[in-house]
Every structure is written in C-alpha cells, then in structure tokens.
C-alpha cells in the first residue's frame, strides 16, 4: 500500500466553485420554524443556531457579508 503525504485537498476557492454550479432549494420557512421549535423544545443549540440560520438564508434569498 502507498501513502501520498500530503494528502492533496481542495482549496477553500474550488470547494466554493463546486458549490456554486447547482442552485439548492431552500426548504419552506414554515418547515424550518418548526424544526426551531422541535430544537428549543429539546433545548438543542446548535439545532436552534442551525434553523436560526437557515431561515433567514431562506427569507433574504441571497447571502452576503
């Protein structure tokens, strides 16, 4: 068995350019509240953070800094 050292991984712009060539569809923000719910309910958070932000990906339709 050979072993390669380094073990060559994608660098941050082409893992960028592999996500950026398909449009994911956001599942619906109803949807999403009430997985934040089920998470605050478990008191889960990383759930809520999770769904926190995803809903607000899902309602401002685009991302920015």
């Known amino acids: ?10 660098t941050e712009h082409a893992a960028l350019r592999a996500v950026a060539r398909s449009a994911r569809p ?4 109803p949807a ?3 997985d ?7 008191n889960d958070q990383h759930g809520m953070n999770l769904c926190g932000h995803l809903v607000a ?3 401002l339709q685009e991302v920015g800094e």
């Open 1 to 10: 068995m050979t072993a390669k050292w380094p073990i060559p991984r994608p």
């Open 26 to 29: 956001h599942p619906s923000v």
């Open 32 to 34: 999403i509240l009430a």
């Open 36 to 42: 934040l719910i089920t998470a605050q309910r478990l």
């Open 57 to 59: 990906r899902a309602a």
